[in-house]
Structure formats: structure tokens, C-alpha cells
């Protein structure tokens, strides 16, 4: 896929997570935590906290996603993200884009 598809589906993820942000009443100090994960990693979290928003990316287009949506938020890639290719999200079974505030638990 195009660039310019990473960057729109970016923007409407962007969007989905200030929207929620809203409906849950963030502060204005309360930023997410995006993650590339797996299938069981997603649930693991989508149990811990709340709220969670979750999209299932096509893995060559999963860690320009990452970077679209960091750049977009205002925050920085790790180390480990900026070296991360298809090869290796293919390798670790990565296939979503898992935004959380990790101060928000689930009770």
C-alpha cells in the first residue's frame, strides 16, 4: 500500500483515539502508549486496561503505521521501533496497533 494510505488510515486512527480520549474524560497530561503486538498480546492488554483502541494492520504497512501514528501524537519512536521491518513483524507474529494509557486500569 501507498504512503499516502498509511497516512490517511493514521489521521482516522489519530482521530478514533482523541475521540475516545474525550468520552473518557483524559486530562490534559494523559498521553497513550501505541504498541505494535500480537494477537494474544492485544488481549492481554485489552484486559488490563481500559479504554483500548485496537486496528488489525497488513504487516507491510504495520510499522509505517507505528511511526505515522507516533509522528501524529507528538511522540517518539524507540530504538527497537525505528529498526523494525516486515521481515521481523512477520518473524514475531505482530499484527496490531494497540493504543492504551497504561495509568488507566481495568477494574
Not at 489519530?14 to 475521540?19: A, G, K, Q, R
Not at 486496528?55 to 504495520?62: F, Q, S, T, V
Request: proline share 3%.
Amino acid at each position: 500500500m501507498s504512503d499516502q494510505t498509511i497516512e490517511s488510515q493514521a489521521k482516522i486512527y489519530v482521530y478514533d483515539l482523541h475521540n475516545c480520549a474525550r468520552e473518557f474524560g483524559f486530562k490534559a497530561d494523559e498521553k497513550w502508549e501505541v504498541s505494535m503486538v500480537t494477537s494474544q498480546e492485544k488481549a492481554d492488554l485489552e484486559n488490563k486496561y481500559f479504554p483500548t483502541l485496537s486496528a488489525k494492520i497488513l504487516p507491510e504497512m504495520l510499522a509505517g503505521m507505528l511511526s505515522a501514528v507516533k509522528v501524529k501524537l507528538s511522540q517518539q519512536l524507540a530504538a527497537f521501533e525505528k529498526a523494525v521491518d516486515i521481515s521481523l513483524v512477520r518473524q514475531q507474529h505482530l499484527q496490531y496497533l494497540v493504543a492504551y494509557n497504561p495509568n488507566r486500569l481495568r477494574r
